[in-house]
């Protein structure tokens, strides 16, 4: 384990949370960010941000943003974002879309945000619209981008199906993409959780996919990389591609990443590359903290998932005190 490398990408990341969160003279209270997100995560908002607009996206770029809770990536989102782009923001949950509509709406215009009545047990228990059967309120063929971020991870695999048909329904053909993040279930997975490597054990069937707690089962859900693939390509997806999260004790595509993360686009041809922070040179390094590394590295016996619980724990400490 490169004790140093993970630091310094640690430290890049707490760097820009903290520039995102000094953009916003208001901000979600923590009690509202830990309803959505488990903590105080402006960084992860700035990473999908990033991912999101790495595409070619037109001036004029319509995007929907499904599941936005709080508009933690819309404020990511803002300063990227043109004047002539619109954001369009869709959740169940009402207290989420009123922080949204009242503290990033006036200050970006080209950004609105809705409620919809979806049934949801964390986030909408009494909603009257069942997910399997709900249509995206947009017109065929006119979005660029359709993002879901912790949406189907929480969703059943019917509500994959529909989300995925609706999507690509939304989407120009020419140009349309979706970016997701899930939990993928394959052989190499099975292993890794049934090792205990895994963040989760994801044991109780739950139809064709697998869940956490079968007494609450929105939770987390994970669903057949197969299954999932196909769901995509039969719904109009001509191209897809999955990058490796690390919350089935998986190394990951990067250090960011801890759901699956999938691009999938109407159109065949597009090549993805996910950010990575800028790797730490040797001779940067000063030799008197070197022991300290190695005492680092002993404490957390080599284990990387100790080593990020660690820095995941700092980091929240250090940014609730400031």
């Not at 509509?101 to 609105?112: G, L, M």
Request: hydrophobic share 40%; with cysteine.
């Amino acid at each position: 384990m490169d004790v140093f490398q993970r630091l310094w990408t640690t430290a890049c990341a707490m760097e820009e949370m903290l520039a995102a969160r000094l953009e916003w003279v208001d901000h979600p209270t923590i009690e509202l960010e830990k309803s959505f997100n488990g903590g105080v995560s402006s960084h992860v908002g700035r990473h999908y941000s990033t991912i999101l607009t790495s595409g070619d996206l037109p001036e004029n770029a319509r995007i929907l943003d499904m599941g936005c809770g709080f508009g933690r990536i819309a404020m990511a989102l803002a300063g990227r974002l043109g004047p002539g782009q619109r954001y369009y923001g869709l959740d169940p949950n009402a207290e989420g879309i009123g922080w949204a509509q009242h503290n990033i709406s006036p200050r970006y215009p080209n950004f609105s945000f809705e409620r919809i009545d979806i049934k949801s047990k964390p986030y909408n228990p009494s909603g009257q619209i069942e997910g399997s059967t709900f249509r995206f309120p947009f017109d065929d063929a006119s979005l660029d981008l359709v993002f879901m971020i912790s949406v189907l991870t929480h969703v059943d695999l019917a509500i994959v199906d529909t989300y995925a048909k609706e999507a690509a329904r939304v989407l120009k053909p020419d140009t349309g993409r979706l970016v997701t993040t899930i939990f993928l279930l394959d052989h190499e997975v099975d292993t890794l959780l049934a090792e205990g490597k895994g963040s989760f054990r994801m044991a109780a069937p739950y139809g064709a996919s697998r869940v956490e707690n079968p007494a609450d089962p929105e939770l987390a859900i994970a669903h057949p990389r197969g299954m999932v693939l196909d769901i995509l390509q039969s719904a109009g997806f001509a191209q897809t591609s999955v990058f490796e999260g690390h919350w089935s004790g998986r190394e990951g595509s990067t250090r960011m990443d801890f759901q699956d993360l999938v691009i999938a686009d109407r159109y065949a041809g597009k090549t993805h590359r996910l950010p990575t922070h800028p790797a730490l040179s040797a001779a940067s390094i000063d030799p008197t903290l070197l022991p300290i590394g190695d005492k680092v590295a002993e404490l957390s016996g080599g284990d990387e998932q100790v080593f990020s619980r660690f820095v995941t724990w700092s980091n929240s400490v250090t940014l609730n005190a400031l």
